[in-house]
Antibody, heavy 119, light 112 residues
Framework: EVKLVESGGGLIQPGGSLRLSCAAS????????MSWVRQAPGKGLEWVSV???????YYADSVKGRFTISRDNSKNTLYLQMNSLRVEDTAVYYC?????????????WGQGTLVTVSA | QPVLTQSSSASASLGSSVKLTCTLS???????IAWHQQQPGKAPRYLMK???????NKGSGVPDRFSGSSSGADRYLTISNLQSEDEADYYC??????????FGGGTKLTVL
């Protein structure tokens, strides 16, 4: 059974840093395309970042230069390092697995972790 | 890059059927999309992949009441025999050559 469990969210001041983790089970993170998607309170879904199986990474313009996606193959875990956090980064962050094989849509979602950026 | 347009809200009676629409922007009518359901206070759940031909492939455990269809740039999600637990936000998703995770604005479905 595919399972994604996020952790690391919390309350952080503007300008601060936070690292989110996503522990995967039932499949291998390193052989899949893995994304982070966020949802601000009362808003829709916003794609944040993706890491390809080959290691290439891509980011939404809103987080480029501030966020870094990575993975630890030995722990089968995905990460999102978030620096220079802004109030507008406040959201629930979901870890997601993409379908792969040329299809870049999410077919598994984690339960999410809440990040609140506030003074 | 593709843009997905959804109505902000829809409503239908318990036990009836409802058809939700996701419209692809000009030049992107051949694109595959995915449908996701988000019940109140919960994480999104993948429902199905839907192709321009109308062929759809559902995720594990998705009830038979959920089906997909296509017409031109429109992608549809039909829910039959509506249940109270179907009250949720429904999002469509696609991707572009230079971008992942293109989401529609979501449709809030109310079951009357």
């Amino acid at each position: 059974e595919v399972k994604l469990v996020e952790s690391g969210g919390g309350l952080i001041q503007p300008g601060g840093s936070l690292r989110l983790s996503c522990a995967a089970s039932g499949f291998t993170v390193s052989t899949n395309y893995m994304s982070w998607v966020r949802q601000a309170p009362g808003k829709g879904l916003e794609w944040v970042s993706v890491i390809y199986s080959g290691g290439s990474t891509y980011y939404a313009d809103s987080v480029k230069g501030r966020f870094t996606i990575s993975r630890d193959n030995s722990k089968n875990t995905l990460y999102l390092q978030m620096n220079s956090l802004r109030v507008e980064d406040t959201a629930v962050y979901y870890c997601a697995r993409e379908a792969g094989s040329g299809y870049y849509y999410v077919n598994y979602w984690g339960q999410g972790t809440l990040v609140t950026v506030s003074a | 890059q593709p843009v997905l347009t959804q109505s902000s809200s829809a409503s239908a009676s318990l036990g009836s059927s409802v058809k939700l629409t996701c419209t692809l922007s000009n030049g992107h009518s051949s694109y595959i999309i995915a449908w996701h359901q988000q019940q109140p206070g919960k994480a999104p759940r993948y429902l199905m992949k839907l192709e321009a031909s109308g062929t759809y492939n559902k995720g594990s455990g998705v009830p038979d009441r959920f089906s997909g269809s296509s017409s031109g740039a429109d992608r549809y999600l039909t829910i039959s025999n509506l249940q109270s637990e179907d009250e949720a936000d429904y999002y469509c998703e696609t991707w572009g050559s230079n971008t992942h995770g293109v989401f529609g604005g979501g449709t809030k479905l109310t079951v009357l």
